[in-house]
């Protein structure tokens, strides 16, 4: 998604209690890993005997947390920078340093950096996506 140009995630989930440690880290990861904002929501209560453990959170591009719920029900608030991944991005550009991936070929034409030949999906003469990848040269 990121390689189509999204600077933010909205999860929605339902951790439970026992593995939030884990819901909390990999919130943090998500969002460093794709320099974007990870907004996510965990469930609370108890959902088919599994208690949730709550904990939603927004993430900035950095992995730094911006704002966390606690375990009970509560309305988050964060405030957010949108020009925040973009200027991260720019600054420090791990995500050209990512190996491409041969079944889902990054798009080209999208403003990101990078050589631009490989492999782009494109839409067929029915207008449906076209699995066939087409070439986007230099």
Known sequence: LVDRGAT???LCAGWPTLRIEAWRVLCRARAAENLAFVVACNGVGAHADVVLGGHSVVVDP???V??????AEEVLWAEVDPAAP???????????DRIPDPVRPRPTGLGLTG????PVAGLGASGRAD????????
């Open 62 to 64: 950095v992995g730094d």
């Open 131 to 138: 699995p066939t990848p087409q070439w986007g040269g230099r």
């Open 8 to 10: 933010a995630f909205l």
């Open 66 to 71: 911006i704002a966390e719920a606690g375990y």
């Open 115 to 118: 050589t631009g030949d490989r």
């Open 86 to 96: 973009a200027t991260w991005r720019a600054d420090f550009p791990a995500l050209e």
